[in-house]
């Protein structure tokens, strides 16, 4: 199976945020059952200028620490105290920047991502949660299970527990791009046309 390489993850972020649409994040449970989603919708955050970046301006804290870690590394924050937010850190390590996925489609097992979002198979879903499946960072975290347990997890290994396949990269005319949603406090970062979405 193809993983993409770190080489992927160590170019210019934006770069990476609009290549990652139509590519397959998979997730192995630990009874080894693979869930996969291909990627519909992400944003680019680039701590050296955007104050939008948890890093911005190079802060490390315990929490910023794995946007310093290699490009490919999972990071993995949880926002409000209970929605938690994936993000693959981009650049050369060193460079805080990361690429947060916003939504995505399933693509392997959505009987088993359904259940951990509503706890139903898909069939059984009503219309508002079928338009409301992976549509937003923190669903799409809890329909593949994933927590601030896997933070730092390497995307790149051939054997890991989250990787991202090829995929599928769409026809660049389905490409969207806008601006981010939900940073209202970052000044003229709000307007930087950073989200990417199909």
């Known amino acids: 199976m193809d993983i993409l390489t770190t080489d992927f993850y160590r170019r210019d972020t934006l770069t990476v945020a609009r290549d990652l649409l139509g590519r ?3 997730r192995v449970l630990p009874d080894g059952t693979r869930l996969g989603c291909r990627i519909t919708e992400t944003e680019a955050y680039i701590g050296r200028l955007d104050k939008a970046c948890h890093a911005y301006g190079y ?22 105290g209970m929605y938690h937010c994936l ?18 489609v ?19 879903m009503s219309s508002y949660q079928r338009k409301n499946f992976l549509n937003g960072p923190g669903k799409l975290c809890r329909g593949l299970a994933l ?3 896997e933070n730092g997890l390497d995307l790149t290994g051939p054997a890991g527990r989250l990787y991202v396949c090829p ?30 979405y199909l």
């Open 59 to 80: 802060k490390r804290t315990p929490r910023t620490e794995t946007l310093f870690a290699p490009p490919g590394t999972a990071y993995i924050y949880l926002i409000y």
């Open 147 to 149: 927590t601030r347990a």
């Open 167 to 196: 995929g599928a990269p769409p026809d660049p005319g389905h490409i969207h791009v806008g601006k981010r949603i939900g940073i209202d406090y970052a000044e003229e970062a709000v307007h930087f046309p950073w989200r990417f």
């Open 106 to 124: 399933p693509a392997a097992n959505g009987d088993i991502i359904a259940k951990n979002r509503f706890g139903c198979k898909m069939e059984e």
């Open 24 to 26: 397959e994040i998979v």
């Open 87 to 104: 993000n693959f850190v981009t650049e050369a390590e060193g460079e805080p920047a990361a690429v947060l996925i916003r939504g995505a």
